[in-house]
């Protein structure tokens, strides 16, 4: 038994390819599916199956069109409500995948009908386990109704101990989620992983997750729900747009590049309310942009960020340098639901700003804001989310967190400079780009948070 990982690290998530040499499964394939097609087509690999261990809340998933293009058998929770043809599957069911068993595991808490899927050739054992067990942690419970998490954390504490009891401890665990994802519940103080040559990633045991995991050091179940529960902060709202598109089965991607727009044509979008994201680094944007852009630069945080501040539905158009930086956020849009954008402009800053109105701000660090704090003119706004804050803050300072920042610009105040500090800069960057966008000057704090004790910052508690 061989299992390939593609990985994407855009969302913290994983896609998983179980073969015995000549035939496969899928588990969880992402929208973009010539990524498992790259993988399967020249080990000369017939995908027979794809399993999905859960009606997925953080992307699009590619497993409808998968089966669509390849004739394969789509396996699912038999008591999942899609609004297409399915094999359904019960807890303990096999499926037999050429030398491979699959064995079906009922493991809710992630959501009601969440499956994980035990792979063995008689030799090996592997458990995908999608948003159960994680690496040091499990899937977050409150996605599906908040009214639902206490009973889905509960749920969740008796799924991991039932991973835990029922299979080996030398059982490779291979989650979907919890590399980044949004998806992920607290972690866990200590994550044990290993990179393991057979997979060539980052993996687990069963029995080191015995020993670290959240689920199973933490013993008494009202203890768990507690911590659990107090550790869920605000996840992206495009997340309530996943589920239901996965339910009626997505259609394929169309990856061929946009529109091409012109700077008249850009200067149109922006006044009409379009959004333009400009994919460049946040140091090129800050030196020089068109003004009424945003800047999300291209990279792993780019879609989570984008999909969570821009209004649904909203035509986005791209600029950058290049069409591979244009192409890379396009692939990253799809996985969400964003299947096209408006237009593209390419060539630099020279090119698609050519003859529009341009504007900067500076870029500074902590020790410059440590040097000028407290002055009538600087105003410092923090735009992390409410766990990271908790663990203290720049006392004085403005707390609006980056996913409620366009809604909420016009309480920045007017008239001062906004010293803006995120945990390392990157949504700073973006905050700038929006606030510039409002009619503030802005000051882009490009700097990590776990420096403000050590430059004297004045640290307040927050509750």
Known sequence: MEILTIETPSLGDRSYVVTDGEVAAVIDPQRDIDRVLEVTEPRGLKI??????????????????LVRITGATYVLNADEEMFYDFHGVRDGDEVEVGGITIRAMHTPGHTPTHFSYVA?????????????LLYGSVGRTDLVARSLAEELTRHQFATARRLASELEDDTTVLPTHGFGSFCS?????????????????????????????????????????????????????????????????????????????????????????EWVVDLRSRTAYAKDHVLGTV????????ITYLAWIVPWNVPITLVGDTQEEVSEAQRQMVRVGIDRPAA??????????????????????????????????????????????????IAGSQHIPIHELSRRATEVPEGKEVWVHCASGYRASIATSL????????VL?????????????????VA
């Open 295 to 302: 800047n999300v630069e291209v990279g792993n945080s780019f």
């Open 344 to 393: 593209q402009a390419l060539g630099g800053i020279e090119a698609f700003g050519q003859g529009l109105d341009r504007s900067s701000y500076r870029i500074a660090t902590l020790e410059d804001l440590a040097k000028v704090i407290g002055s009538d003119d600087v105003h410092v706004l923090d735009v992390r989310r409410h766990d990271e804050r908790a663990s203290g803050a």
């Open 120 to 132: 063995t050739d008689g030799e090996q054992t592997a458990v995908f386990t999608g948003g159960s």
């Open 48 to 65: 027979t199956h794809v399993f999905e261990t859960h009606n997925h809340n953080d992307y699009v998933t590619g497993g409808y069109e």
């Open 435 to 442: 606030l510039t966008r409002a009619g503030r000057t802005p």
């Open 185 to 273: 519940s607290a972690a866990a103080d200590e994550q044990t992983s290993n990179v393991d040559p057979k997979y060539g990633v980052e993996t687990s045991t069963i029995g080191e997750q015995k020993q670290v995991n959240l689920a199973l050091t933490i013993t008494d179940e009202e203890e768990f729900v507690t911590t659990l529960l107090s550790g869920l902060d605000a996840y992206p709202r495009y997340y309530a747009h996943m589920a239901p598109r996965n339910k009626v089965g997505p259609d394929g991607v169309d990856l061929s590049p946009a529109l091409e727009a012109d700077p008249v044509e850009l200067s149109r979008r922006i006044h009409v309310g």
């Open 445 to 461: 704090i490009d700097d990590s948070d776990t420096r403000l004790v050590e430059l004297g910052f004045e640290i307040e508690a």
